[in-house]
């Protein structure tokens, strides 16, 4: 049993510390964790179209299209038609947009992708092996999900708790 409750702990560290840098990021910039990637990815290839960054972030352009909608409407982007194709969009970063993506913390994939990519190929797979096993006895393996360590909706930005002042507890 001991080695359960290991696990399911090490479970519970994982979602938590995606959770909380899901809070911060969202506390200190206003931008979540996917939208943060969208505006790298705006950011790195100028005039970058909607299925690029689909094909770029690894999410569907239907999430990527509400995403840049909400992007927009806080003005950190700009989407102009092509003059060549008018059925393709080209996005831009606004000034405000770069701003928001310098000051930004790095994503928490960022950090576990340099620590990732230094461990041994071997130690990699079987950190991948038994991932995916986890997934499969949580019968989550079937579940549709993108590489971004983030909480909630992806097009959505994280919603603070709101605080009862008398008893300090989350109010939902």
């Given at each position: 049993m001991d080695?359960?409750?290991?696990?399911?702990?090490?479970?519970?560290?994982?979602?938590?510390?995606?959770d909380l840098h899901s809070r911060h990021l969202s506390k200190t910039t206003g931008v979540t964790a996917p939208q943060i990637l969208i505006l790298q990815a705006i950011n790195s290839t100028k005039g970058v179209t909607l299925s690029e960054i689909a094909h770029s972030v690894s999410l569907s352009q239907?999430?990527?299209?509400?995403?840049l909608d909400r992007l927009e409407?806080?003005?950190?982007?700009?989407?102009e038609r092509s003059t060549v194709d008018k059925r393709r969009v080209h996005a831009y970063l606004t000034e405000y947009g770069r701003q928001v993506l310098r000051d930004a913390p790095l994503p928490l994939q960022e950090q576990f992708t340099r620590q990732f990519s230094a461990l041994e190929e071997w130690e990699q797979s079987m950190i991948i092996s038994a991932l995916q096993r986890v997934a499969?006895?949580?019968?989550a393996d079937h579940i549709d999900a993108s590489p971004i360590?983030?909480?909630?909706?992806?097009d959505r930005p994280v919603e603070p708790h709101k605080t009862n002042a008398a008893d300090t507890q989350p109010v939902k």
């Open positions: 080695r359960i409750l290991e696990v399911l702990t090490s479970l519970r560290r994982v979602i938590r510390a995606t239907a999430t990527v299209s509400s995403i409407k806080r003005e950190l982007i700009t989407r499969m006895m949580m019968d360590l983030d909480v909630g909706t992806l």
